[in-house]
Nanobody, 124 residues
Framework: VQLVESGGGLVQAGGSLRLSCAASGSIFSRNAMGWYRQTPGPGKERELV?????????YYADSVKGRFTISRDNAKNTLYLQMNSRNPDDTAMYYC?????????????????RGQGTQVTVSS
């Protein structure tokens, strides 16, 4: 089982960026998947940014609603996160994750598989 993120980098505030996550076929089509982000420092918790079920239902954190879009291409075993209208608060390490469960499971912070992460930095 492998999840490999790509697409991170440095972007100016207001800009757009798309993250991709290539997943092994054995887990992709049957599992809920999502993107977490983690910022360094004390008291910083991992945040579930967006998630999508195997059937296409979606969840977004309030902090990204209307700006981020999660999607999946089952034929390519790839998960995406389109990020628009970026602001410096979006700076974080972004992780792709999959769970043998539902979006509700991911909202508790649980996952079964996770990638190595890709850094996104938004400059003001």
């Amino acid at each position: 089982v492998q999840l490999v993120e790509s697409g991170g980098g440095l972007v100016q505030a207001g800009g757009s960026l798309r993250l991709s996550c290539a997943a092994s076929g054995s887990i992709f089509s049957r599992n809920a998947m999502g993107w977490y982000r983690q910022t360094p420092g004390p008291g910083k918790e991992r945040e579930l940014v967006a998630a999508i079920s195997s059937g296409g239902s979606t969840y977004y954190a309030d902090s990204v609603k209307g700006r981020f879009t999660i999607s999946r291409d089952n034929a390519k075993n790839t998960l995406y996160l389109q990020m628009n209208s970026r602001n410096p608060d979006d700076t974080a390490m972004y992780y792709c994750a999959a769970v043998k469960g539902t979006i509700a499971t991911m909202r508790t912070g649980e996952y079964d598989y996770r990638g190595q992460g890709t850094q996104v930095t938004v400059s003001s």
